[in-house]
């Protein structure tokens, strides 16, 4: 069946928080020492992991975790408490979590702008499905492609998250796609792989960093720009 629209997810797929050194520049452990770099990494990681559980979390904190991406407040909640369980002081917390919630701090891979445009420009129906707690348009606008998108749906404002199935259905209701007219293109098989079930095609991208996967994108959506 001709593919008729693309559903992409937001984080580690199109953009992607990368570590600038400024954020770590007076971040110390609790014992007053600098985080190096390795430290710097995985605090990035915890904060992006798309899937999974990345720090023990105490009682108080599971039900935030298990719907951090439903509620901003839930979401700022539980990922201060996976900071300052990541050894970061509580008002250096505050300050890092800003950073993950700011549209400006993301960076588009290389070859986003260029998928967007062109998968619209050739009358491809373009959706951006993300498990998120925070308005992501503005990182889109910022580089010009936000027109290039004809439906944003971001859980916090759907009320459901991937995998589960009405969110992908609920895309291609909106694109005016039957599921198996949809590709989904995203970095975990266990968010993004379950439109498989709904029917949609899968493609699944490294979410390296930007300067390393150059046309991860243009590779996975490649069949449908022929």
Known sequence: MTLRAVLFDFSGTLFRLEEDPSWYAELTDADGAPFDLSAQAEIMRRMTAPSGRVVELGAEYEHAWENRDLDPALHRKVYLEVLRSSGVRDGQAEGLY?????????????????????????????????????????????????????????????GVIKPDPKIFLRACERLGVAPQEALMVGDSEEADGGAAAVGCQVAIVDPAPTAERRDGLLTAVGDVLR
């Open 98 to 158: 800003e950073k993950l919630i700011d549209p400006d701090c993301w960076t588009a891979y290389p070859d986003t702008a260029e998928v967007l445009r062109r998968l619209s420009e050739s009358g491809v129906k373009v959706g951006v499905i993300s498990n998120i707690a925070f308005d992501i348009r503005p990182a889109f606008e910022r580089i010009g492609v936000a027109g290039h998108v004809d439906e944003f749906l971001l859980s916090y404002l759907e």
